[in-house]
């Protein structure tokens, strides 16, 4: 998942490479190509870099949990 995640990433950077080279020699699909890397970054890449950060429950620390704040509160 982790070599997934960085072949994603290298394809998302030379991606948004290719589209502000497109923009600044006034390509007309220059923006187009921006957009659509965009949309890949949010609808592909980052739900599985989410997905891959918190599926082995290491959110868990980071949550604020009422029962343990009231164990503390007790003692």
């Known amino acids: 998942m982790k070599t997934l995640l960085k072949?994603?990433?290298?394809?998302?950077?030379?991606w948004m490479?290719?589209?502000a080279y497109l923009l600044n020699t006034n390509h007309p699909k220059g923006q187009v190509v921006?957009?659509?890397?965009?949309l890949y970054m949010s609808f592909v890449?980052?739900?599985?870099?989410?997905y891959h950060r918190y599926k082995?429950?290491?959110?868990?620390k980071y949550i604020i949990n009422?029962?343990?704040n009231k164990k503390k509160a007790e003692n």
């Open 34 to 38: 921006m957009g659509l890397g965009v």
């Open 7 to 14: 072949i994603l990433f290298v394809i998302f950077l030379l």
């Open 66 to 68: 009422s029962d343990k």
């Open 45 to 50: 890449l980052m739900p599985i870099f989410i």
């Open 17 to 19: 490479i290719v589209g």
């Open 56 to 60: 082995d429950g290491k959110y868990k």
